[in-house]
């Protein structure tokens, strides 16, 4: 089975993807790094390609279009590759590390019905060691990108059919699509990535930049934060308990068996 670390990166982010490609060249050398760049410049591209490694791919767009659609392009290359595949969806702020453990999740994913594998995490450098690796698999319906987001090929038409709109989040979608198909989504302890969250530029810019679209109203209840009054593209990011009752009912009458 062939594996893919998918990464959407924009140019504001230059300097945290290097971090990121070059922890993947350490701790996750059997992966093959598929890259969305937007907005990127020649030099900047050429670079990049020189640390990726001969079977990973760059695939450059000028204008950002958000997490969603750029990680679009990458999952339509990914299945043009391969019929049999696993994907760790990340995001450019990522930095993988000794404490990233990826075969026991693999081994999860082989069960039918399950969707997304969500890797543990931290948000700072300084936390990893305090990090308590526990083998568990906790049942989430929402996870998020988190320490990688991990899922086969069976969920990649699935996302491949959703709208290419400007939605506001990738990962929260993305669990419920696979959650109103039956899939069952689990958190794994037993991993640690960095994910330095919340950095300027990336989606933070992006967010402010004219109207993007919440998400699926039918199958999330999307809350308001405190600043959507003055970014009307600021809600805050939905949990398990936001998932609407038709989601609910449609993941019961899609359950997958074991």
């Not at 450059?60 to 339509?76: F, P, T």
């Not at 890797?119 to 083998?135: E, P």
């Not at 987001?149 to 959703?162: A, H």
């Not at 939605?167 to 959650?179: G, K, P």
């Amino acid at each position: 089975m062939k594996k893919y670390i998918l990464i959407a990166s924009t140019n504001d982010r230059y300097d945290m993807l290097i971090e990121c490609i070059e922890s993947v060249n350490l701790y996750a050398k059997d992966w093959d790094v598929i890259i969305v760049s937007q907005g990127y410049d020649t030099k900047e591209l050429n670079y990049i390609q020189r640390i990726i490694s001969k079977s990973s791919m760059v695939l450059h767009l000028d204008k950002k279009i958000g997490m969603h659609n750029a990680k679009m392009v990458g999952l339509e290359y990914i299945k043009s590759l391969s019929s049999s595949y696993v994907v760790c969806s990340s995001d450019d702020d990522m930095v993988f590390t000794s404490k990233t453990k990826f075969d026991t999740a693999l081994n999860k994913l082989s069960e039918k019905d399950v969707g997304f594998v969500s890797l543990g995490w931290v948000k700072h450098k300084s936390q990893l060691d305090s990090y308590k690796m526990v083998d568990q698999f906790v049942k989430q319906d929402i996870v998020y990108t988190g320490g990688g987001m991990l899922f086969t090929e069976r969920l990649t038409q699935i996302l491949l059919e959703e709208s290419r709109l400007e939605y506001i989040c990738d990962n929260s979608l993305w669990s419920v699509l696979a959650y109103i198909n039956g899939y069952k989504n689990y958190r794994y302890r037993g991993s640690c990535t960095i994910h330095n969250i919340c950095q300027l530029g990336g989606r933070r810019t992006w967010l402010k930049s004219g109207n993007k679209v919440l998400g699926r109203k039918d199958l999330i209840d999307y809350k308001k934060s405190a600043y959507t009054k003055t970014n009307p593209n600021d809600y805050l990011i939905p949990s398990s308990k936001d998932i609407s009752k038709y989601a609910k009912a449609l993941h019961t009458k899609n359950l997958k068996k074991s």
